[in-house]
Structures are given as C-alpha cells and as structure tokens.
C-alpha cells in the first residue's frame, strides 16, 4: 500500500493531499524513520507516525535550518533580506535564530503568517519584484545588510542575485534555494512534467550556476548542500552559500 494512501485509511491525515503534503515536509515516520515519497511501500504492520507540531509558519524554514548548520552560520544580531519570503518561512526561521531585522519581500501580497506582520522584527515588502529591487524601495533608515534568503519559483537565480549583491554589506552572505526546474531549459523541465529527476541535469545547473556567480565581482561561491525536503511537486532542491569579499 502507498504511504500517503495508508495515512488517510488510517485515518492519521484527512487526505490524500494532506498526506503528500506532510510526507513532502518531513512530518512523516515510518517505523521512527523520516519518510521520503509519498509513493513509498508500506505494510500493515508499520508504524505510522505524524508529527503536527510545525516548528516554522511553513516548510521553507526547515530548508533554511540545514543550510544554516550545514554551513556553520551564525546569525545573531543580523539584518536580513527574505526574497520570496511568501508565508515565511524563512523569515521565520532567521527570527528564531537570532537575527535582529528581516525586511520580507514578495511579489505577491496578502501570504505573510499573521504571526509574522505582528512582529516588529519584521518589514512586510510587498508588491515588489525582486528582479528590480534597489536600496530606494526600502524604508529611509536601510542600510546594506548582512544576510540575503531566497526562496523564489518561476524565476532563475541568476535574475535575482545581482540586484540582491548591491543591497549586501561589504561581508554580507546570500543562502539561496536553487530549484532546477526554474534553472534548466523548458524542454528539459516540460519534458518531465516541470519535475526533473535527471542527476545529470541537476549537476549542470550548479555548475552553470556557479560559473555565473564566480564571474560577478566580488563573489565567492562557498558550497552546495542538498535540500532536506523535496519541493512541492517531488522536485529535488539545494542551497548555496555565496559571499562577498570586498
């Protein structure tokens, strides 16, 4: 029986939907064992379990989470960017990891937690596409910042990094979520149904990437690590840590 199908006759998720959704954040074990795939095999004697309490407003903060201890980042006190922070879940994330300022930016509007808009912590950025983004859209006291998110759909990194490189401090970071299906060619993303599975495709993206980055001025590539959540749709995802130097 299908993992996310055994959830709903067990009554343990309300859907099948639901299911997906919960085995795609992690929030799923099998036999103590986190699960993967929705799709993945299970038996009747399993042990099924599913832990509802949600550390950040969305899933997004659990990406975030390993790209900080992955690469060993200490945010305390930072001020921060979150492009494409959506519900937040990376502006969510870098609050509770001490960072003293997050200005939320989005093109869409009305998606930030309540929780969030609340918190004085928070500059709630809407209605601004990051493509285009300048010092002269934030608030007059902003100044370059020590840390840039991003978390962005339907848009290459390569379109947001260099506006996103002005708006950082002299030793300022940018972790950010490459999704290959918005990174490699149409064909190769339509031909999968907008999920590509190929390793060899994702190897080409970061390396095509990294070129990118490594030709900027001022930019240091430090490393990839992979995500821990697959995105929506069972795409696999990394996180990059670029810095720049001088």
Aim: proline share 5%; aromatic share 4%.
């Amino acid at each position: 029986m299908r993992l996310d199908q055994e959830l709903v006759n067990r009554g343990i998720c309300p859907s099948r939907e639901k299911a997906q959704r919960a085995i795609l954040a992690g929030q799923v074990r099998v036999n103590e064992q986190v699960a993967r795939k929705p799709s993945d095999s299970v038996k009747l004697t399993d042990r099924l379990e599913l832990d509802t309490l949600e550390k950040y407003v969305s899933r997004g903060g659990l990406k975030l989470e390993h790209a900080l201890k992955h690469f060993h980042l200490d945010i305390s006190g930072h001020t921060a960017i979150d492009v494409g922070a959506s519900t937040g879940g990376f502006t969510d994330c870098l609050l509770q990891h001490g960072a003293a300022k997050v200005y939320a930016v989005d093109v869409g509007r009305g998606q930030l937690a309540w929780k969030l808009r609340q918190d004085p912590r928070v500059e709630v950025m809407e209605g601004l596409n990051a493509r285009h983004l300048t010092s002269s859209d934030f608030p007059p006291e902003f100044h370059p910042v020590d840390l840039v998110v991003a978390d962005c759909s339907f848009i290459s990194l390569r379109k947001i990094l260099p506006p996103a490189v002005a708006l950082l401090n002299g030793c300022g970071r940018i972790v950010a979520l490459i999704k290959p299906q918005f990174e490699a060619g149409k064909a190769e993303a339509d031909a999968g149904a907008g999920v590509i599975r190929d390793p060899a495709i994702h190897r080409r993206v970061l390396s095509e990437l990294e070129t990118f980055v490594t030709q900027l001025p001022g930019l240091v590539w430090r490393g990839v690590t992979e995500s821990p959540l697959l995105g929506p749709a069972g795409n696999k995802e990394f996180l990059v840590l670029i810095e720049k130097s001088g």
